[in-house]
């Protein structure tokens, strides 16, 4: 099987063919350097994504909720279950940037961290 993707490592985006056989790369076409064929390979065999989202936090300052990401990426398969341990949690100020908001999340040797800090509202 023949699959076309895009390598997204470098603006010059490659258009590859990859050839597949029973879930394995056997030959990468159109890739400029050696990364677009690790590429390949990586996002047919393993694919993997960071991931960002927002949990509400209670007793802020001025934002209602506080960005976070992955420390690193997580198995395309997985995204959703740690979406979903996401949604649970709400937090109550302050954050501070970097913050652990959950550590090695499902296992994955992967932690969710806050992007920003949000400041405690003392006049609540």
């Known amino acids: 099987m023949k699959k076309k993707i895009v390598c997204t490592l470098c603006p010059i985006g490659c258009e590859l063919e990859v050839e597949i ?3 394995k790369v056997v030959s990468v076409e159109g890739s400029l350097c050696e990364r677009g064929v690790k590429y390949a390979k990586d996002e047919i ?4 994504r960071c991931i960002s989202s927002s949990i509400p936090v209670r007793g ?3 934002y209602e909720t506080v960005s976070v990401k992955t420390s690193s990426a997580i198995p395309k398969d997985k995204i959703f279950d740690v979406m979903n341990k996401i949604k649970k ?5 302050p954050i ?6 959950i ?3 499902l296992n994955l040797n992967v932690d969710i ?3 920003r800090n949000i400041e405690k509202d003392k006049s609540k």
């Open 21 to 23: 056989q029973e879930g």
């Open 45 to 48: 065999e393993n694919p993997t």
């Open 60 to 62: 802020g300052k001025r």
């Open 89 to 93: 949690i709400q937090l109550k100020a």
């Open 96 to 101: 501070k940037l970097g913050d652990i908001i």
């Open 103 to 105: 550590k090695n999340v």
């Open 113 to 115: 961290a806050a992007t």
